[in-house]
């Protein structure tokens, strides 16, 4: 039994270690040597040109969009300290964990009686 829990011990140091070793250099995503940045110094060489002709490469130019403009239309008591919305509903989260937690209870109660 003690070289089993060693051997998990092991595995689970192994599984920690090895990815912070294999990023501990800072160059070793497949982002920093796919594409050039000249604000690091991991990069050694700039990319190739990708355009080789001596004309320069068509210009495009897009329409610009305007955002349309929002109006928020402010609480008419100024007093209010609510926030909007924006979570999940803990009700359920909470029904569902004490249905587990008592479910646990009940199981073990059993248990102990038959044992």
Known sequence: MRRVL???A????FSVIAPS????????SAGNS????????CNTQPPPPTHTSSTPPPVT????????????AASS????????FTG????PVIVIAVALVGGGL???????HDG
Do not use: E, H, I, W
């Open 6 to 8: 060693f051997s998990l």
């Open 10 to 13: 092991l595995l689970f140091a």
């Open 21 to 28: 070793n294999a990023l501990a250099d800072g160059c070793g």
């Open 34 to 41: 796919q594409y050039f940045d000249p604000l690091q110094s």
């Open 61 to 72: 130019t897009y329409p610009t969009v305007t955002q349309p403009t929002v109006t928020v």
């Open 77 to 84: 008591d100024p007093g209010s300290k609510s926030l909007p």
């Open 88 to 91: 999940l509903n803990l009700v």
């Open 106 to 112: 009940v199981l073990r109660r059993l248990a102990a």
